[in-house]
């Protein structure tokens, strides 16, 4: 068994490679060098704006465009401080921080005891991420994803943060989830409207309907829900989505590392398909050792209820959340919808691990505001992206037919394999999905590739050098985009090309470098450069700008001089411009954006900081969602 307490500082992601390492390859790499060779490198593969990509310019031509930019807002240099900055003749400050009280009466946290069980289904919880605002009878509501928790900082009066008990697992389990909650706007800003009726939290244990092709499968009956259709709990909530109708989608990212075995002999006989989505026989947080529900010797089909997309209803507070298995199970990053022109609706959705899938849901009935969508997540075609080197791609229909597999339910319950089986792209960590709603296109961050192992995936799917990455051992990651074929969303074919490749042009003069719209201070007519590394949250504005946040290494050392912390720029994707907005404190990850339904404030989350963010000295670092002004308070997005 592995040393809990030497990993409990380990963020999601190193935790997962350390306990189920990825191939540093992927297809998607040799998609792109493929099409490198065949145009010349970068010519065509990278054409930085829509633009150009449409007119058919190299990265040169398109570099010449991104003078007039839409940017209204001076550049900020890059920090490596504990603090938020953002460009002058803008504020900043905290909405909502981890611990703080939704409620009157509610034992505040201390730096030396953390939350208390009492409290901690009562307060804003910890490490925030993806989040959508929503306006119901005037009042303005927004719903953030706590995606995991810090245990030695949440259980700070325990060595190493490790659980000991029941009381300190429901603790954990209470701290991550969702928070619904109203702000409201005063003389100082946004804050919680405490005893708000929309205040609410939804956390490990809180009832879900499952629904869908999977709801009432064999593989999700236990002994506590013998029908299998209400799961209890969602877990690791990363990314998020917004329904046309008004309701939030949160997404069920690593769940499988709050699953372990109390019988040491099970690692040798798990399920075939526990390895497929990394679940072992030891969790990350010992949950197993005292709550038997994530004991898979006990329960073997428990984490199979997870990897969903999850609906909620934030303007009904007594409503249950339901859990959409026709969207597919995997790694959920978020769940990006658009209106296809026919009035389908289209969800893509991005699996955030090395070597796997890029996926989208087209429904079988239209949307018709104001009716029924009780089953427009239920009933309709899941979908695998397969990208080819000659800039075109697209999307297969994951049927029994053509997978191999019974059902749908089996294709909801193992769409990983699915994708295997129909020889979809693996891919480089697809994390946040963006819709531009002022053109027919759509974005996709790939983190990064900083893997250490070069093998297949664990499903045995090869990962050559290629694909829409064309760089092995990429440390930097970048963004895709595709074009729908007739300007619909909903159509199985694409092209694609890279909006932007990160990387260090004062380390590097080859491919590391990066693309071409990233320069440094020396070479930006502001004295400010743009460099950053592994793009991760993506959002676009009403106007079309896209918003890049970043969740990558900070060090500001080596092949990451000149980034400094983790930041949130803004992209144009006319012109391939890209300049940074903000930078969080150190050791943070910026996560999450959303806007007020005027549009005067940005809200942004702030996730682990590292640093004793935002209140100081003497105080535990904490997770926030901060608002972000204009001086002047015009619009922000």
């Known amino acids: 068994m592995k040393d809990l307490k030497a990993t409990s500082h380990l963020s999601w992601d190193e935790w997962d490679e350390l306990n189920d390492p990825r191939p540093e390859q992927t297809d998607f790499d040799a998609v792109v060098a493929s099409a490198m060779s065949r145009r010349g490198f970068l010519g065509g593969v990278l054409a930085v704006g829509s633009g150009a990509a449409v007119m058919g310019l190299g990265p040169r031509a398109a570099q010449a465009q991104t003078a007039a930019g839409r940017f209204a807002f001076t550049p900020i240099p890059i920090q490596t401080d504990t603090t938020v900055h953002v460009p002058e003749g803008y504020s900043w400050r905290p909405v909502a921080k981890w611990g703080q009280p939704l409620f009157s009466g509610v034992e505040e946290m201390s730096a030396d005891r953390g939350v208390s069980l009492e409290a901690s289904d009562k307060v804003f919880g910890e490490n925030t991420d993806g989040m959508e605002a929503f306006v119901h009878d005037g009042h303005q509501l927004i719903a953030v994803n706590h995606e995991y928790v810090n245990p030695e900082i949440n259980l700070p009066h325990i060595e190493g943060g490790i659980p000991t008990n029941a009381d300190e697992v429901r603790i954990l389990q209470n701290m991550q989830g969702v928070t619904v909650m109203e702000i409201a ?151 990006a919808s658009v209106i296809a022109p026919d009035g389908r609706v289209v969800v893509y959705l991005g699996d955030d691990e090395r070597g796997e899938f890029l996926y989208k849901f087209v429904s079988d009935a239209s949307y018709d505001e104001g009716g029924d969508t009780s089953t427009l997540l239920d009933e309709g075609q899941l979908y695998v992206a397969k990208f080819n080197d000659d800039m075109t791609g697209e999307w297969i229909a994951l049927t029994p037919e053509a997978t191999g597999m019974a059902d749908d339910a089996e294709i909801a319950i193992f769409t990983r394999m699915a994708g295997s089986a129909v020889g979809a792209t693996t891919m480089d ?101 743009n460099l950053f590394n592994s793009p991760d949250g993506m959002s676009f504005d ?21 980034m400094g912390n983790n930041q949130m720029l803004a992209g144009d994707p006319e012109t391939g411009r890209i300049e940074r907005f903000l930078t969080g404190p150190n050791g943070s990850e910026v996560t999450g954006l959303t806007w007020s339904d005027d549009l005067r404030t940005m809200f942004v989350g702030i996730q682990h900081p590292s640093a004793p963010f935002p209140d100081g000295e003497g105080m535990l670092p904490r997770s926030a969602v901060i608002q972000v002004v204009r001086d002047d308070k015009a619009q922000i997005g």
């Open 185 to 335: 706007e005063g003389a100082e800003g946004w804050d919680i409207v405490l005893d708000s009726p929309y205040n609410r939290r939804i956390h490990h244990n809180t009832p879900m309907r499952i629904s869908g092709p999977a709801a009432g499968h064999d593989l999700l009956r236990t002994e506590a829900d013998p029908e299998g259709r209400e799961a209890l709990g969602t877990l690791n909530n990363c990314g998020s989505g917004k329904t046309p109708w008004g309701t939030y989608l949160t997404c069920e990212e690593n769940f499988n590392g709050y699953f372990g075995s109390t019988d040491a002999e099970l690692e040798a006989n798990l399920p075939t398909d526990y390895g497929r989505y990394g679940i072992s026989a030891q969790g990350r947080y010992n949950y197993e050792a005292f709550d038997e529900r994530f004991d898979v010797s006990k329960t073997p089909n428990e984490p199979r209820r997870f990897g969903y997309v999850v609906e909620i209803d934030p303007a009904d507070p007594e409503s249950m959340p339901v859990k959409r298995t026709a969207l597919g199970r995997f790694k959920h990053e978020n769940a």
């Open 429 to 529: 960590r697809p994390e946040w999905v963006a819709v531009n709603p002022v053109a027919v296109e759509a974005y996709c961050a790939l983190t990064n590739n900083s893997n250490r192992g070069v093998a297949p995936n664990a499903g045995g799917d090869e990962t050559a050098v290629g694909g829409p990455n064309p760089r092995s051992e990429n440390e930097f990651g970048q963004i895709v985009r595709w074009f729908p074929a007739n300007e619909d969303h909903a159509d199985t074919q694409f092209r694609w090309d890279l909006y932007v490749m990160a990387g260090n042009p004062t380390v590097h003069d080859d491919a590391y470098a990066g693309s071409d719209n990233l320069r440094t201070a020396e070479e930006s007519e502001t004295g400010v450069g």
């Open 542 to 562: 009403t106007t079309g700008i896209l918003w890049i946040q970043t969740d990558g290494d900070d060090t500001n050392e080596g092949d990451f001089q000149g």
